[in-house]
């Protein structure tokens, strides 16, 4: 049974900074991209972030770029997004989620695309 599991999510102010690990079981995790997505109330889920398989690629959203980073570790079965700088607006559910298929560019930002997914940690940025 594959899980993803996300912590570190919680309340910050804005200019603070937080750390989501992301731990995957019951898959080969280096056979699989992973994305960040994160859903605000009333909004779609929208891609953060994403690190290709063997992590030589990464791709960000223009909203967060120079802010957020994300690494893998692939011996510890675990992604996780380094939040710098977080603003009100980033204020959301924070999703992990894997990505099996092969991608030219290493990464997929469609939500759709991907096959598993955590069941979330909250981020809470106050102004």
């Known amino acids: 049974q594959v899980q993803l599991v996300e912590s570190g999510g919680g309340l910050v102010q804005a200019g603070g900074s937080l750390r989501l690990p992301c731990a995957a079981s019951g898959l080969t995790f280096r056979r699989y991209a992973m994305g960040w997505f994160r859903q605000a109330p009333g909004k779609e889920r929208e891609f953060v972030a994403g690190i290709s398989r063997s992590g030589d690629s990464t791709y960000y959203a223009d909203s967060v770029k120079g802010r957020f980073t994300v690494s893998r570790d692939n011996a510890k079965n675990t992604v996780y997004l380094q939040m710098n700088s977080l603003k009100p607006e980033d204020t959301a559910g924070y999703y992990c989620?894997?990505?099996?298929?092969?991608?030219?560019?290493?990464?997929?930002?469609?939500?759709?695309?991907?096959?598993?997914w955590g069941q979330g940690t909250q981020v809470t940025v106050s102004s």
């Open positions: 989620a894997a990505d099996k298929h092969f991608r030219l560019r290493g990464v997929t930002t469609t939500p759709n695309e991907y096959d598993y």
